[in-house]
Structures are given as structure tokens and as C-alpha cells.
């Protein structure tokens, strides 16, 4: 990766900050609140790079918008169907599927995400 600039600081620091997994528009909001003139294509573009280096990812949720992630460590996620929330599982990983994914399909397994859904503690007591 060239060298860090301040705007991919600014981005992977606010996405570093938030257990929130934001939008790019909402990452975009808070990095104008440290560069004013900072254009909403640059925040797309440092994503793009930050996720081709492993350093976020980006989680897609059934054709919702994408949300980022600014910890790039193996872990799962739900997301709420009902308010869009999505929250880190934590401790919880499947290593064991990927020998059996490679021994069925002959892949080289590097990486494997899992997502769950289903309505958040909050939406319940509504």
C-alpha cells in the first residue's frame, strides 16, 4: 500500500473507534467533522484500498448497502432485520468448515465470513 495519507488515518481511525459497522456515507460524515474539504469518492476509494490490505472489510447484508468493519480479525455477525443493526459475535468460529469446504470442493480456503440474522433486544421489546 502507498503510504498512509491523512485522510485513510482519519477513515480507518474513525472506523477503528465504532463497534457500529458504518456505512460509507456515515464514515464519510464523521471524517468531514476532522477534514472539512474531505469528498465523499475519496472515502470510497481509501475503503476500497483499506479493504484490498486486509485492513477493514466490508460486510453486505442481503443487498442492503454496504458497512464496514474496521477489525480485520476473523469474527461473525447478526444483523437485526428489523432496525438494520448489526453487531459483532464474538468468540464464536467455525474452523473445522473450512478443511470440510476444501476437502469437498479441492479450494485452497484463505478466508470464509458468517452471517446471522434476527431481531435485536431492542426491536423485541418494542
Do not use: W
Not at 491523512?6 to 465504532?18: E, F, N, S
Not at 474496521?70 to 453487531?87: E, F, M, V
Amino acid at each position: 500500500m502507498r503510504r498512509k495519507s491523512r485522510q485513510r488515518k482519519v477513515i480507518l481511525d474513525v472506523l477503528k473507534r465504532t463497534k457500529t459497522h458504518p456505512s460509507a456515507e456515515c464514515v464519510y460524515r464523521e471524517a468531514k467533522k476532522v477534514i472539512p474539504n474531505i469528498s465523499l469518492g475519496t472515502v470510497y476509494r481509501n475503503l476500497k484500498l483499506l479493504q484490498s490490505v486486509g485492513e477493514v472489510s466490508e460486510i453486505s447484508c442481503e443487498g442492503d448497502e454496504g458497512r464496514f468493519d474496521g477489525n480485520p480479525h476473523l469474527h461473525y455477525h447478526i444483523t437485526c432485520r428489523q432496525c438494520g443493526k448489526i453487531k459483532d459475535v464474538e468468540d464464536i468460529l467455525f474452523y473445522n468448515i473450512e478443511k470440510k469446504v476444501a476437502a469437498v470442493t479441492g479450494f485452497k480456503i484463505v478466508n470464509h465470513c458468517v452471517g446471522f440474522q434476527g431481531i435485536c433486544p431492542e426491536c423485541l421489546n418494542k
